[in-house]
């Protein structure tokens, strides 16, 4: 059993960064995929971006591709999603999920995923 705890969420402006962080504990990292997704109000949870157990392969929804990176550091059991160019759609709240699937077959449905964090708020401004 892995749990997994994200940080790093805050404050939302149109076109600057944040960096998220998902750590992991009780089993180690690198025996998952691991994703990143999000949820706004109101809206289902989407899926934002994986990578593989090794961090070669990683794959993006379109809404995030060319503007966020997904990478891991297997020693420190720990997944990152820097986030540039930020969007006031953006805001939601990101949540890190680790499967046993390898990221050759592109999960990307929350059903794919056997383990959660609670997940980091982004919260826009104007």
């Known amino acids: 059993q892995v749990q997994l705890v994200e940080s790093g969420g805050g404050l939302l402006q149109t076109g600057g960064s944040l960096s998220l962080s998902c750590a992991a504990s009780?089993?180690?990292?690198?025996?998952?995929?691991v994703a990143w997704f999000r949820q706004a109000p109101g809206k289902e949870r989407e899926f934002v971006a994986a990578?593989?157990?090794?961090?070669?392969?990683?794959y993006y929804a379109d809404s995030a591709k060319g503007r966020f990176t997904t990478s891991r550091d297997n020693a420190k059991n720990t997944v990152y999603l820097q986030m540039n160019g930020l969007k006031p759609e953006d805001t939601a709240v990101y949540y890190c999920?680790?499967?046993?699937?390898?990221?050759?077959?592109?999960?990307?449905?929350?059903?794919?995923?056997?383990?959660w964090g609670q997940g980091t708020q982004v919260t826009g401004s104007s």
């Open positions: 999920a680790a499967s046993t699937r390898p990221a050759v077959l592109r999960p990307t449905r929350t059903g794919d995923y056997e383990h």
């Open positions: 009780g089993r180690t990292l690198s025996a998952y995929t």
């Open positions: 990578i593989g157990r090794r961090g070669i392969t990683t």
